[in-house]
DNA sequence: CGCACGTTCGTTGCATGCAATGCATGCAGA
DNA sequence: TCTGCATGCATTGCATGCAACGAACGTGCG
């Protein structure tokens, strides 16, 4: 495909998070087939970039081989459930290093109130029904905790799982039954962090994201 | 380049793996600059399975942009550390995962002696100072372990963690002073597992990668 | 009528060509 | 001598061509 007005040499990095975001936002769904040439069209480049953002989606995890060609992970309520054990141990970890970090005055009071503005956005989006806007907040909440935490091994492990969740319950947008419980979790592990208690932080996360486990997977059931 | 007998069609992950065990047998040092024209003589390829291979290895972490290119990675110090703290609470979790596993009587006893005799194997090669030896053994116990545990993501992902640290702790093979240490808590560990105790083998786990962490941290101080 | 085999088409695997970028080197001027 | 710029070179970014694999489909035979 030609374009009229080259854009610049940097189509690559580009084309791999703009694929990632047509899955994540479900234009391609999981279990979908991804075709080169249909995404290269797609995104108006050649197959060459689309075959590098490939390889590095399927080393991310979003993309699974499908004997010929790709396709969009589709995680089954066992690997979903085995993704969020995962992803309890690594937040466990960055809520006790964010408290570690708040403890030893490492964390500015701005951030502190950022991350309670987060949480209740989340809360005030969820209750309100914009389940598209808190599922987005609800992420920022907890990446946010692990920028906090300042290790960016966890928080790259984490970002990658959080993908990986995030296509596998496109279809099923909660049932905002647990609002509260989510809201009071939240309260909790941010209370932690902000009394600097490291153990009470990685307990209330674990509990929170097993707890989320629970839900998502049962909803997960639901059959395509 | 022209292959008299044209191999088969599979050349982009073989590509792969073979550029992996290279960077992994120090052939590829860390912070050294990797050139596709020069891969790709080297694996007998052309450039662009050279290409694909690069993106998927810097998904995983091993390699990293550095301007014009990718280097192989080079850790310091605080990333090292970060990678071990990610590490440890991932091996606690696997470590927990395998107790549960043993205790709900779904470890066969076949499974538990391997594990047994990897822990074995590694000791007398690091006591007899079979130092290469001793560092594949070493993880192979580790990763037993994972396997153990039935979790294809948190298997993945130490994979991942595992190779970072072992191409950031090549020059510095080991000092085997610690060797009584590593022996007694691979022992330690492994009786909580074969004891079916979940909370004391990840106990052990976490203690031994932080005990890791430290004898390796300091031993990366060496600057090149 | 069903099964098996062959053919064809679509798609991917890989190689290579061309263009553009960025770095190094050398020269000129202050 | 140092600085600034221009030019050349090495290397990457991307596109496209060609060949092989595999799947779907149709046909012929049992």
Redesign the pocket.
Known sequence: ???EF?A????????RLRLRELILDGHYPPGS??????V?ETL??????V??AFRALAADGLLAAA????RVVRLDGEELSQVYRVRAALEALTAELAAERQRAGRLAPAELADLAALAERTHRATADGELTLAVRLNRGFHRRIAELAANQVALHALDRLWDQIQVSTLRSLRPPARTALVDAQHRELLDAITAGDPAAAAAAARRHVLDTRAADGTAADDKE
């Not at 610049?8 to 084309?15: A, C, I, K, N, R």
């Not at 087939?33 to 249909?38: A, D």
């Open positions: 495909m030609h374009a080259y610049g040499p940097v189509q690559t990095e580009s084309t087939r991804l075709g080169e040439v249909e290269a108006g480049v050649s197959r060459t970039p075959r590098e004997g010929r060609g790709l």
